[in-house]
Nanobody
Framework: QVQLVESGGGLVQAGGSLRLSCAAS????????MGWYRQAPGKQRELVAT???????NYADSVKGRFTVSRDNAKNTVALQMSSLKPEDTAVYYC????????????????WGQGTQVTVSS
């Protein structure tokens, strides 16, 4: 069984910064792509940023230049540094990871965290 636990959400004023962290734990053989999605009220969940095990990154156009995703492969953690936050960044942020469990001979399985609220006030 695999668990993703996020931390670091909260309330911040527009223009401010927040750092989200996510740790994967459990029966893990390897972790492939990790990343962050978000879901605002009344909207669909959308990709924010992803990072491969080799460090290749991908960002939504709306966050390029403001957010930075990073990871620690040895610790199975991923972080999202958010700067120049805008009210439209307000959402629940979800950590995700493609994980190969120990003893699993199929493809990677996608795990999700429980979500952490980020609120940006104007």
């Amino acid at each position: 069984q695999v668990q993703l636990v996020e931390s670091g959400g909260g309330l911040v004023q527009a223009g401010g910064s927040l750092r989200l962290s996510c740790a994967a734990s459990g029966n893990i053989f390897s972790t492939q792509q990790m990343g962050w999605y978000r879901q605002a009220p009344g909207k669909q969940r959308e990709l924010v940023a992803t990072i491969t095990s080799r460090g290749s990154t991908n960002y939504a156009d709306s966050v390029k230049g403001r957010f930075t995703v990073s990871r620690d492969n040895a610790k199975n953690t991923v972080a999202l540094q958010m700067s120049s936050l805008k009210p439209e960044d307000t959402a629940v942020y979800y950590c995700t990871a493609e994980i190969v469990p120990k003893g699993w001979y199929g493809g990677p399985v996608t795990a999700w965290g429980q979500g952490t609220q980020v609120t940006v006030s104007s």
